[in-house]
């Protein structure tokens, strides 16, 4: 019998380790994202800034590359942004699940641990999860890359009559496009097997 205990309390140890590993990969998580927000909005205020400036000097086509341009980074920086989400929700599970294990331990019965609580219901049974301001970075993110590309390729449509810059663009809209649906639809996933592992 006491060895049992002894097992089990070296099992909850290891645990707990584990846990407290796992924070630390969600605060880096959540690092990454506050910096990835931070370029977006230094890259996409100075490549505007200069599309502005080359559009003002009669620079159409340099223009409309370096707004095409933009939007495409933006682009990349939210694929990356929503892979830091999906890093957070995985290691978000991950503690759910150890905590349930560590809370049928006799010993850990009366505490409170971080992931149970956001997932129990308050009394107008809702959880404690706070989505909203990741659906509006969500929606920021994808909506300026996508704004970006589109007007760049419509000044782009009317300052030139090179089918190759068009086409390219129009290519590029589109590949801009699938790739925040694709990271939209991954952060959606996700999100529902948060809501579903309640």
């Known amino acids: 019998m006491l060895v049992c205990m002894s097992e089990k309390n070296q099992k909850t140890e290891v645990q707990l380790k584990v846990i407290e590993m796992v924070h630390k990969e969600i605060i880096e998580g959540l690092n990454s994202q506050r910096i990835i927000i931070s370029l977006f909005t230094a890259i996409s205020a100075a490549l505007i800034s200069a599309s502005a400036s080359l559009y003002s000097n009669k620079n159409t086509e340099a223009a409309a590359i370096v707004l095409i341009a933009s939007g495409v980074i933006s682009s990349l920086l939210f694929i990356y942004w929503s892979g830091e989400f999906l890093k957070i929700s995985r290691s978000s599970r991950f503690c759910w699940k150890a905590e349930e294990l560590i809370k049928s331990d006799e010993c850990f019965s009366d505490v409170i641990f971080h992931e149970m609580w956001l997932r129990s219901k308050s009394s107008c049974g809702k959880d404690n999860f706070v989505l909203m301001?990741?659906?509006?970075?969500?929606?920021?993110?994808?909506?300026?890359?996508?704004?970006?590309?589109?007007?760049?390729?419509?000044?782009?449509?009317?300052?030139?009559?090179?089918?190759?810059?068009?086409?390219?663009?129009?290519?590029?809209?589109?590949?801009?496009?699938?790739?925040?649906?694709?990271?939209?639809?991954?952060?959606?996933?996700s999100r529902k097997q948060i809501r579903e592992s309640v």
């Open 133 to 189: 301001p990741y659906g509006a970075v969500q929606m920021m993110l994808a909506s300026c890359s996508f704004a970006q590309v589109l007007a760049g390729a419509w000044i782009l449509y009317f300052a030139t009559e090179n089918v190759i810059f068009i086409f390219s663009s129009a290519l590029i809209i589109e590949i801009t496009l699938a790739a925040n649906i694709y990271s939209y639809l991954r952060i959606r996933e």
